[in-house]
Antibody
Framework: EVQLVESGGVVVQPGGSLRLSCAAS????????MHWVRQAPGKGLEWVSL????????YYADSVKGRFTISRDNSKNSLYLQMNSLRAEDTALYYC??????????WGQGTLVTVSS | SSELTQDPAVSVALGQTVRITCQGD??????ASWYQQKPGQAPVLVIY???NRPSGIPDRFSGSSSGNTASLTITGAQAEDEADYYC?????????????FGGGTKLTVL
């Protein structure tokens, strides 16, 4: 069974930093590109970032470019999102996901990031 | 990056047919996927590719596409279909590569 378990979400002050983690199991992690997707309270889904299977290519939504960094450690079956210069509008449930543009997606249950003073 | 546009809300009488649409330039190059999301739950894929349903998705769900518009059709809507529906597609505008989601459509089954 595929499992994606996010962690690291907390309450953080504006301008602060945070690192999210996602532990993957039940599939060959390094066969897949991985994504972060977020959902602000009561709002829609927003794609955040993508990393290739080997970590060699990364892509970001304009809203987070220059502030967030996606990375992965295939030896640990783990995905990360380093979030810097956080803003109130970054408050959201952050999902780790694979294959969201294809036919065999998997999503975690999300980790909540709240940016507030 | 690209954008996908959906109607914010749609309603359908129980047992009737409803179509939810999604418009955007990326749909001229890529098929849309459709996700169903119920409150407090992660999204669930209901349609992908030309018109493919994952295992376990009822055959009342179908997809189609024409030009820059993708559609999700529910034929004989059931009470349990009441949910938010999101389209997405690959996005390869300019030097950007990623995924884009529509704003979502809230489906009410009357």
């Amino acid at each position: 069974e595929v499992q994606l378990v996010e962690s690291g979400g907390v309450v953080v002050q504006p301008g602060g930093s945070l690192r999210l983690s996602c532990a993957a199991s039940g599939f060959t992690f390094d066969d897949y590109a991985m994504h972060w997707v977020r959902q602000a309270p009561g709002k829609g889904l927003e794609w955040v970032s993508l990393i290739s299977w080997d970590g060699g290519s990364t892509y970001y939504a304009d809203s987070v470019k220059g502030r967030f960094t996606i990375s992965r450690d295939n030896s640990k079956n783990s995905l990360y999102l380093q979030m810097n210069s956080l803003r109130a509008e970054d408050t959201a449930l952050y999902y780790c996901a694979k294959d969201i543009e294809g036919g065999n997606p998997s999503w975690g249950q999300g980790t909540l990031v709240t940016v507030s003073s | 990056s690209s954008e996908l546009t959906q109607d914010p809300a749609v309603s359908v009488a129980l047992g009737q047919t409803v179509r939810i649409t999604c418009q955007g330039d990326s749909l001229r190059s890529y098929y849309a996927s459709w996700y169903q999301q119920k409150p407090g739950q992660a999204p669930v894929l209901v349609i992908y590719g030309k018109n493919n349903r994952p295992s376990g998705i009822p055959d009342r769900f179908s997809g189609s596409s024409s030009g820059n518009t993708a559609s999700l059709t529910i034929t004989g809507a059931q009470a349990e279909d009441e949910a938010d529906y999101y389209c997405n597609s690959r996005d390869s505008s300019g030097n950007h590569l990623g995924v884009v989601f529509g704003g979502g459509t809230k489906l009410t089954v009357l």
